[in-house]
């Protein structure tokens, strides 16, 4: 089918567009941008009010499947991405079987493309199992579209075992993600070391630990010359420590999610809300700013959700056996938008830049341009519809949400992948 998106203020800065334009969309492609479009065959899409960018990409979410069902799956989690604006997601290898061969890899990419709603984009293991112990492999989940390399959940010990991890991945054009985690310094911390450890008594989780790790991973991307790139990074001083890095040209990129953005460890009280645990934890409000800080003067390079879904009885708990993380696919745009685009503190092109441009370079993905014979991966924002964060709002199978109970401005209410309208009006095509 063909549609034809109407006055629509179209942002993309790859092609330095920031205009009002008619987007025309036929056989999965966009066919072609001008002022004004006649295409009396199309199905009209009202665009008037609302901006088009390039499909929006989150390079860090966890889909439990397989093996991890009851919290989410391959279908749930499509739902949730399209829901909240995306086109693409690359799903984390921590699933069971751990996916660190090419058929885990396949599995996720076929399943994907029957639900037909998002482009999934599966990460690899760096090592067998995600032990640390030996190399996954590497060269036959390349073969079958693993998108990138990460152990994550928990960094990768051994220095050594890193060295040769990113030794192998460089020689295959893809970039590390590094979960930065020193976990005989994090030990049993549950939140971040400091007043609010001391105040809820319970164990912290010190910066350092992270921030260790990240340095030490710096030095093996010099030694090796592979690309490297810091997941969800939380202290000021790990950003720091990459801002130097790439002052000094090495090839090493960073994310944050926009709990570390907007949120900080003072928002824990002594309700023990565990959709606030999350791992690297809640850090101070002065990290806080500096990850907004770093976000705005290109240190940061994508946002990410670390989408982390949980069933109820394991985030209704005590906040010590709670599990880590909380979804985010559906909050991310409205947070970016209400806190920093539409406050005037970000502009929309370089919202595009960190949600979709960026994350598509890093994945080694083909760019999406709003241009004639690019991919019509796009997404449709409506900046003054309201979102109420709710459980019933999330699409996904699970609702441990840290934001909800907000009401928020902005979101998506239009994606085309490939040309399909997978979501129409703010609802999830069936």
């Known amino acids: 089918m063909a549609y034809l998106i109407k006055g629509a203020h179209a942002v993309d800065p790859q092609v330095g567009l920031d205009a009002v334009r008619d987007v025309l969309i036929e056989d999965g492609k966009i066919a072609q941008v001008a002022e004004t479009i006649d295409a009396p065959d199309a ?61 885990e890899v396949r599995y996720q990419i076929d399943t994907a493309q029957r639900v037909g709603l998002v482009h999934v984009r599966p990460m690899g293991a760096l090592t067998r199992d995600e032990k640390g112990e030996s190399l996954a492999e590497i060269g036959d989940m390349v073969m079958e579209g693993a998108a990138a390399f990460s152990d994550d959940g928990h960094g990768v010990q051994s220095a050594g075992m890193m060295k040769t991890c990113m030794a192998y991945v460089s020689q295959f054009d893809r970039v590390v993600c590094a979960h930065c985690e020193v976990e005989s310094l994090s030990g049993n911390g549950v939140v971040n070391s400091g007043r609010t450890a001391t105040r809820l ?46 002052a000094e040209g090495l090839p090493v990129t960073c994310e944050v999610t ?9 928002d824990i009280t002594d309700a023990y809300n565990t959709n606030l ?71 929309w092109g370089r919202m595009v830049e960190v949600m979709a441009i960026n994350p598509r370079r890093l994945l080694r993905l083909k760019p999406v341009r709003i241009e004639a014979g690019s991919a019509a991966d796009l997404t449709l924002i409506d900046p003054e519809r309201v979102v109420h964060v709710t459980p019933d709002y999330l699409e996904g199978k699970s609702k441990n949400s840290a934001f909800l109970g907000l009401t928020l401005k902005g979101c998506a209410c239009d994606v085309f992948v490939d040309g399909k309208r997978t979501l129409v009006d703010g609802k999830v095509a069936s």
């Open 43 to 103: 199905e009209v899409v009202d665009g008037e009010g609302r901006y088009l960018v390039p499909g929006l990409v989150d390079m860090h979410v966890h889909f439990r499947d397989p093996g991890f069902e009851h919290k989410e799956t391959i279908a749930t989690g499509s739902r949730a991405a399209v829901h909240g604006g995306f086109t693409d997601v690359a799903t984390m290898p921590n699933t069971d079987p751990v996916t660190d061969t090419g058929a």
């Open 201 to 246: 008594g319970m164990f912290g989780w010190p910066p350092f630990a992270e921030e260790l790790e990240i340095y030490r991973d710096i030095e093996l991307s010099r030694s090796t010359h592979c690309d490297l790139h810091i997941c969800h990074i939380s202290t000021k001083k790990g950003l720091d420590l990459v801002r130097a890095a790439k």
């Open 258 to 266: 926009p709990h570390h953005l907007f949120l900080c460890e003072d």
């Open 277 to 347: 645990k999350m791992n690297p934890p809640l850090r101070s409000a002065a990290d806080a700013a500096a990850m907004r800080e770093g976000l705005l003067d290109g240190t940061i390079d994508c946002v990410v959700t670390d989408h982390a879904p949980h069933a109820a009885h394991e985030k209704d708990c005590e906040w010590e056996i709670a599990y880590f993380g909380c979804v985010g696919l559906e909050t991310s745009l409205p947070l970016m938008l209400a806190n920093m685009v539409l406050p005037g503190r970000m502009s």
